[in-house]
């Protein structure tokens, strides 16, 4: 939609977000966009705004990263449970 970015992030609505000027966004595959332009430092920010809409999370490992990223994954709840001492134990 002309300089408008739209993303479905498993929200209950469309995510929009305006392309300012000189940036030009390519989508490569449906999970992977690539964010260029001339200037640097406005091609690292708008990289950061489309990643603050969907955070990634410890856990499940969801959400927007760049491509070099590595997120440090949680051991959830009920695998913390398991690994570590007796239920109910006093």
Do not use: C, W
């Amino acid at each position: 939609e002309g300089r408008m970015l739209n993303l479905q992030l498993g929200y209950s609505h469309p995510v929009k977000f305006p392309l300012p000027e000189g940036i030009e966004i390519k989508v490569e595959k449906q999970t992977q966009i690539v964010v260029s332009g001339i200037d640097k430092q406005l091609v690292g920010e708008v990289a950061a705004k489309i990643r603050r809409f969907r955070l990634p999370e410890p856990y499940k490992g969801k959400g927007i990263r760049y491509v070099d990223e590595h997120i440090k994954r949680k051991v959830g709840k009920a695998a913390a449970v398991t690994a570590g001492a007796p239920k109910g134990g006093k």
